[in-house]
Every structure is written in C-alpha cells, then in structure tokens.
C-alpha cells in the first residue's frame, strides 16, 4: 500500500533510499503520466480492493506468496461457486453454520459508492472490463450482478465539454461517477497511455484528475503488486507504521544487490529466477511459483534455473520453488487466495475463497 506516496506522490521514500528506484521507474507497471499536472489530491483509498495469495509450508507456517492490486481477480468466482453449492448440496447448508456473503458484498457496495465525488448525491457505478477479450468473463459479470447498482460495460465515452465518463443504455448516455475496474492500468486510457489500446475510455485519465470520477483500484496500482518490493516490506512497515508485518513474505532476493545476488546464485539450484515484474497482463504468478519454474508447469521447466548475468540481474529475482514434490506421504503446501476491500477507515475481509491447492 506503499505504491501511491512511494511513486505517485513526493517520493520520499524513493529519496531516502527505502525503496531502489530501479524498481519503481522501470517497473512496467509505473505511469509516468500520472503524478504530471495532478489539480486534485491523490486519492483517499488507492487500494479499494486487493487478494493476497497464501502459502503453508509443510511446517506450518503461513507466508504471503504474492499480492494482486491492479485487477484482484476472484470474488465473481467465489460468489458462483457459494451459489452452485448451496443449490447442489442444499442439506449440508442447513445443518452447518455456512457464513453468508452478502453482507460482505453489501458493505463492499457501500464503500465503492462513498468513493465517489462528495457533490453527487446516488453515484452510478460501473464495472469496466475488456469484453470479451477478458481472461475472467465470469468473474467480471459475478461481481456486477452482485448488486443492481453496477452496470457491466466493455465501452464508454467521454465527452471533452463536460469532462465525464458516460455509457450507453437504454435509455441514453448514463454518467457514471464510480468505475471497478478489471482493466490493467496501461489499457485504461489511450490517449494517455497506450495508444495501441481499444479497450479503455478514451480521457480517463484527465478525468481522474478532474475528480469527476472515482477508481477502484487508482490507476498505476499495479506497481504494489511486484514481488521485488517484497524484500524491503519490513523495512517499510516500521519506517511508516511504526509495527512488524502481520504476515512474512516468502523469501525473496532482488538480484540487484551484490549480497542477494551471491547467495542467490550459490543456490541456484534450488531457486525459481523470475523478472522483477510479471511479463505481461495477468501472468500468473502462483502456477509459476508452484510449478518451480520460470514459464509454466511443464518438466521441462522443473530443472535447476539458469545463473544470471550480473548485467542484467537488475531485472531479477530469486524466490525457493514452493511445493517441491518428495517422496513418500508428507506434509502437502497449501496455497489460498483471500480478498479485502475497504470498509470505511479499515478493510473486511471476505469469508473464505474461492478455494485453495495443495501441493506436495
């Protein structure tokens, strides 16, 4: 949650060395056009939602594997499964405590719509998405059936005169105050970011900067996701929180020190050596993690990872494969995926998932 004032904001963080700029500037996932000409304040809750993917080590222990801030994908799934088993097993509902999602997806609502402009008195909302180019079509129109308040739109327009964001209905162009995003960010805006985008809405961006509408995540959010920021998360949290970090992350070495980039390589046996950002939208980092490789899960990419240039290490890192198969029966790793939206000054937890894997 460090990725709006470390990158979009004064960058103190980046001045005093907390954070290596090498992994802020050249992040793929970094805007540069974001914090130019910004005429309203950043926003309150750049992250409005966000998973973590967890891990359980066959000790026991629990570990964050991996964050999802640009476009946390999974709720919709987790709302059609709840659905297709309270219809299939009907008796198991009644005779156990099953704790109900639609309090949590009510306050979710509620806070999406506290994001909006203070002038607006009943924000429209929106869930915009690629259509269906998109990789989850069941988890976008999940999560805007979820409530009548969203509307599902793969296209909207923007008017200069009036500096909105609109959509088509029915009964003509519907302003929309509050956008939930599934688009990555740099598909968000062509005008601004990629020009080569047919996906986004074109003026996005100087909306935003207007205040006239509200995004759910902010715009260049993906940069929180990084698995290289994992290494200084503790240094962080007691430099900005002041308290140790509920959770540790899974060891991981950004090869860009001389220190982690000798004992990375000492290891290297036993290590998955991944980019320091994912190489391209929604690449799936659990399947690479747990696979012990750098492309898929295929054996050919179970074998030890090669060493790395020093030249380029920049661009690395270094993580322990997870789930590595043994012999004989013993402890399995677990991964699950958990998600937390904004709830007024704090964040709510969603009661369960939609599942978790084993591996071991």
Partial sequence: MACWPTSYGPQKLLAEKLVPPMLVHANRHFLRGLPRHRRHPPPTRPLAQYAV?????????????????????????????RRVLARSLPEAF?????????????????????????????????????????????????????????????AAIWSPATGEVSIK?????????????????????????????????????????????????????????????MPFLEQLSQHMLNQKLELPSLDVWWLGEPTAYAFAMAQLGSMIVRPVSRPGPRADHCRHAR?????????????????????????????????????????ATMVLRCFVVSDGYGYRVLPGGPGARARG
């Fill in 169 to 229: 209905t029915l009964a003509g162009l519907r302003p929309v105050h509050m956008l939930l995003r599934r688009l990555d960010s740099s598909f968000a805006d062509p005008l601004e970011l990629r020009a080569d985008s047919a996906l986004g809405v074109t003026g996005l961006v100087e909306t935003t900067r207007l205040g006239k509408i509200a995004l759910a995540n902010a715009l260049g959010s993906g940069l929180a996701e990084t698995p290289a920021l």
């Fill in 53 to 81: 993917d967890l891990v359980r080590q066959g000790d026991g222990r629990w570990y964050v594997l991996a964050d999802h801030t640009e476009v946390p994908a999974g709720i919709g799934y987790a709302l059609e499964i």
């Fill in 291 to 331: 696979s012990g490789g750098t492309q898929g899960a295929g054996a050919a990419h179970r074998q030890p990872a090669r060493p790395v240039r020093r030249a380029v290490s920049c661009r690395a890192l270094a993580q322990p494969q997870v789930g590595r198969q043994g012999r004989g029966l013993e402890p």
């Fill in 94 to 154: 009644r005779s156990i405590p099953v704790r109900h999602l639609r309090p949590f997806i009510d306050r979710w609502h509620d806070s999406l719509a506290a994001m909006a402009p203070t002038d607006v008195a009943n924000p429209n909302m929106a869930v915009l998405t690629p259509g269906s180019l998109s990789p989850r079509p069941i988890s976008s129109m999940s999560t805007s059936r979820a409530r009548s308040g969203y509307r599902w739109s793969k």
